[in-house]
């Protein structure tokens, strides 16, 4: 298989033959809520050009793989999860993009639990860092992160994928506040709990929250059911 490849190379016209060296990589951008904070799972990059800088999980395609299961392969190498959703974002492919070459690399974003998920830690490390915080990563991995968070706020209003975000059972009082983190705004309480009502996203658990600082809260858990069809009708999320 390989000598067909190198024929096929070789009878190329010698203009074409650069189109076969040009590499492909995938970004996994991993958000999860802790504390209040939206955050994403970054590495140290092992690269002397980004020595000490920290970068997404990300690696290059092999010959072999499609572009989903290279994702699948980098997070189940690099964490040890292999249970999350992966969607497909963007590709990037600026010309000077990675110092080694020509790299296109194509960003799939995650929303996990942390509590649920515990990343298997490697030997250039990997931390949550609240997204808010970030001046600079290394690459472009910086453009990919809000490129990806840009595309989780264009969803959560008419998608119920937040509560990827959540444990099986939240208060009204922690799902505001993950909407806030991820929107960047404050929301008006009142408003915000009577969109969700009207939506009927959530099931009230009849519980009351344990152990909490403030005047315990009702617990709901995410309405399943009425999203079996992959359809939900949706209003505009009130600030």
């Given amino acids: 298989m390989g000598t067909a490849l190198q024929r096929t190379i070789h009878q190329l016209r010698s203009e074409d033959r650069e189109f076969f060296q040009i590499a492909f990589s995938v970004d996994c951008v991993i958000f999860g809520f802790d504390k209040n904070e939206l955050k994403v799972l970054l590495i140290k990059s092992d690269l ?3 020595n000490n ?4 999980l990300g690696d ?6 499609n572009l989903e299961n290279a994702s699948y392969r980098v997070l ?13 974002v963007y590709t990037f492919g600026e010309v000077n993009r990675h110092p080694a070459g020509r790299v296109i690399s194509t960003a799939y974003y995650s929303l996990i639990n942390i509590k649920d998920h515990q990343p298997k830690f490697c030997d250039n490390e990997l931390h949550w860092h609240p997204v808010n915080e970030i001046s600079t990563l290394a690459f472009d991995h910086k453009t990919i992160l809000y490129t990806c968070l840009e595309r989780l706020q264009s969803k959560i209003e ?4 937040v509560f990827n975000l959540l444990p099986e059972k939240f208060s009204l009082r922690e799902l505001q ?8 705004v404050k929301m008006d309480r009142r408003n915000f709990r009577k969109k969700f009502f009207l ?5 009230d658990m009849n519980e009351l929250e344990q152990d909490v600082p403030h005047r315990p809260g009702k617990l709901y858990r995410f ?5 079996s069809n992959g359809k939900v009708k949706s209003t505009p999320m009130p600030v």
């Fill in 48 to 50: 002397e050009e980004f």
């Fill in 53 to 56: 800088q920290w970068s997404l």
């Fill in 60 to 65: 290059l395609v092999k010959p072999n793989e």
């Fill in 76 to 88: 189940k190498e690099r964490t040890g999860l292999d249970d999350v959703y992966l969607e497909q």
């Fill in 158 to 161: 008419e998608h119920p994928i």
């Fill in 177 to 184: 506040n993950l909407y806030e983190a991820i929107l960047g």
């Fill in 199 to 203: 939506m009927n996203w959530l099931e």
């Fill in 223 to 227: 309405n399943a059911s009425r999203f």
